[in-house]
T-cell receptor, first 113, second 114 residues
């Protein structure tokens, strides 16, 4: 099992550009999450999904969009990138009664200049 | 006031020392308490998971929850250089079987010197 994989590992965007961060899990988990981690700030939940076709906002959803067409994939879309979106983005997944045991991907480091 | 407060450190200890990491929280609805370990430039991984008050031990690691004081701790015995990482506390509430919105502390950076 590869677990949770994320692409790309690094990206530099110019202000106003758009991009999609990819996330795939091969554990057949029904729950998936997107977090951002800023230095000294812990992880903040952006969006989460409880299954294919169902998504919901987390704590910091503004400037992002998600979709979940399959169990395995949960892409995160940035429209009109802003410097405030410079961060490390982590995707995670979990299942059933062990919703807290979230398995994280390696992260995508994004810089917006 | 943040929902979860965690001393960011950095904390540096000699090999073999006992390490104590702590978090306080303000939301009394939290029922589930976790410690995640994050190595540099990696994603967090779950280390310890506890429900309600009390202690839980796993090898060299002990997690302690005091809900009356809204205080949780992680103790590492016989610390090793391989324990050098950032430790994040996390908390959640909700019914079992639901997707959990975790609230994380800011993390404590630990270095264990050989």
């Amino acid at each position: 099992n590869a677990g949770v994989t994320q692409t790309p590992k690094f990206r530099i965007l110019k202000i106003g550009q758009s991009m999609t961060l990819q996330c795939t899990q091969d554990m057949n988990h029904n729950y998936m999450y997107w977090y951002r981690q800023d230095p000294g700030m812990g992880l903040k939940l952006i969006y989460y999904s409880v299954g294919a076709g169902i998504t919901d906002k987390g704590e910091v959803p503004n400037g992002y969009n998600v979709s979940r067409s399959t169990t395995e994939d949960f892409p995160l879309r940035l429209e009109l990138a802003a410097p405030s979106q410079t961060s490390v983005y982590f995707c995670a997944s979990s299942y059933g009664v062990r919703g807290d045991e979230q398995y994280f991907g390696p992260g995508t480091r994004l810089t917006v200049t | 006031q943040k929902e979860v407060e965690q001393d960011p450190g950095p904390l540096s200890v000699p090999e073999g020392a006992i390490v104590s990491l702590n978090c306080t929280y303000s939301n009394s609805a939290f029922q589930y308490f976790m410690w995640y370990r994050q190595y540099s430039r990696k994603g967090p991984e779950l280390l310890m998971y506890t429900y309600s008050s009390g202690n839980k031990e796993d090898g060299r690691f002990t997690a302690q929850v005091d809900k009356s004081s809204k205080y949780i701790s992680l103790f590492i015995r016989d610390s090793q250089p391989s324990d050098s990482a950032t430790y994040l506390c996390a908390m959640s509430w909700g019914s079992s079987g639901s997707a959990r919105q975790l609230t994380f502390g800011s993390g404590t950076q630990l270095t264990v010197l050989p």
